[in-house]
Every structure is written in C-alpha cells, then in structure tokens.
C-alpha cells in the first residue's frame, strides 16, 4: 500500500527556519497536506498544495514539492515556541477521499 | 467553523468492556473516518463512512466496528476491549465539494482510552 514516511524529530532554536521532510510512494497523489498536531488536541490542517504545483507560500510556510523524488517539505520561517507541536504530512491516495497520514515529527524549539 | 465533536476526552475500561466512542460534526458532511495514534505508528485508519448507513474497512479494522445511523453521526464500537486498544482515537471528517480545503481533513480533539 502507500506509504508516507517521515523522521520522527527535529530540534531548533527560536528565530532559525525549520524544514521538515516527507517521503511519499503513491505517484499518483493529488494533495499532499501538512497537519500540525498541540498537546492534547486533534490535527489542525496547516496547509495543503495541488500535485503539479512545485511551491506553495502561506506567510510564514513555504511547501516545497518534488514530484519526481515524491519529496515534500514545510519550511517555518522565523520559528517561535508557540511553533512546538507534531507535524504531519498527508498523501491523498487510496481512493476517493482517503489520504494517508506519514508518523508525524515533533519539532522541539529552543527559546 | 466546521466542528467536529469527541463525546469523551479521556476514557478508561476494564478489559472485556463493550466501549462506545462518539463522534458528531455540525456540518452536512458526507465523509467521517476513525484513527488510532500510537507513538511512532502516526495516524492508522480503522473505519470510514461516505454516507450514512455506509462503511468501509481501513486498515485496522480487527476488533472494531462502526455505527452510521445518521449524517452527522459516527459511532465506534469496541466490541470487547483489550489493553493493545489503548491509544489516542481521533475523527475526521471531510466533503466532496469542499473547495476550501481541498479535500483536507477537520478532526476532533481526540479520545484518550486507557483499557485496564
């Protein structure tokens, strides 16, 4: 089945960028999400980007998309604390309407 | 807003229970899916809906069933619990024709259930 892989941490100190990676198998995904996960809560959709665009910018988030290595990335500009939470990336496949979750990564920012 | 309502934010049963965990969206939604989150495993899939009355199998299904009477409403059900049932549940919902978010998913605050 698909797969969406990413790593499991990242760690960096207020005021840098973050960048967190994501893997995906299925070649033929439509969206690609990222979710971001508080303490205690459900996932809040963060942002999301269409499979045959390259680039994505939302004020502080830039989603970067290589079709061809089915590489994904959200860039965080200018990470503060209240950035703290898990994200997770997002591959619609499967079928209709079903999207498949990677393990999500805890980004931990240093003030 | 959409809004996606858990009955239950935190839950503990004894081994063997029959448990319900409710979920109820305020939106005419078509889609409703149950997951499972367990460090490390991220976001599993159990049970999903397109329509009432309507469900599919994810990809956990073993151990559970669901319950879709009404539009608006997504019952899981854990037919006897055990303790390997112990885990963050979280509900999602989505529609056909939501441009706004691109077919992207609104989820409760999720069910933390203990199975002692």
């Known amino acids: 089945g698909e797969d969406v892989e990413q790593s499991l941490f990242l760690s960096v100190r207020e005021g840098d960028s973050s960048v967190i990676n994501c893997t995906y198998t299925d070649s033929s995904s439509t969206y690609l999400y990222w979710y971001k996960q508080e303490p205690g809560a459900g996932l809040q959709l963060l942002t999301y980007?269409?499979?045959?665009?390259d680039m994505k910018q939302d004020q502080r988030l830039t989603v970067l998309l290589n079709k061809k290595d089915k590489h994904l990335s959200l860039r965080i500009a200018d990470t503060q604390t209240g950035d703290s939470a898990i994200y997770f990336c997002a591959d619609h496949s499967g079928g209709y309407q079903k999207v498949t979750f990677g393990t999500g990564t805890k980004l931990q920012v240093i003030p | 807003d959409v809004k996606v309502t858990q009955s239950s934010r935190y839950l503990v049963k004894r081994t063997g229970e029959k448990v319900f965990l409710e979920c109820v969206q305020d939106?005419?939604?078509?889609?409703m899916f149950w997951y499972r989150q367990d460090p490390g495993l991220g976001l599993r899939l159990i049970y999903f809906s397109y329509d009432v009355k309507m469900k599919e199998k994810g990809d956990i299904p073993e151990g559970y069933s669901v319950s879709r009477e009404k539009k608006e409403r997504f019952s899981l059900i854990l037919e006897s619990a055990s303790t390997n049932q112990t885990s963050m549940y979280l509900c999602?919902?989505?529609?056909?024709?939501?441009?706004?978010?691109?077919?992207?998913?609104?989820f409760g605050s999720g069910t933390r259930l203990t199975v002692v």
């Open positions: 999602a919902i989505s529609s056909h024709g939501d441009s706004r978010n691109q077919g992207g998913y609104t």
């Open positions: 939106m005419d939604h078509e889609n």
């Open positions: 980007i269409f499979s045959n665009m």
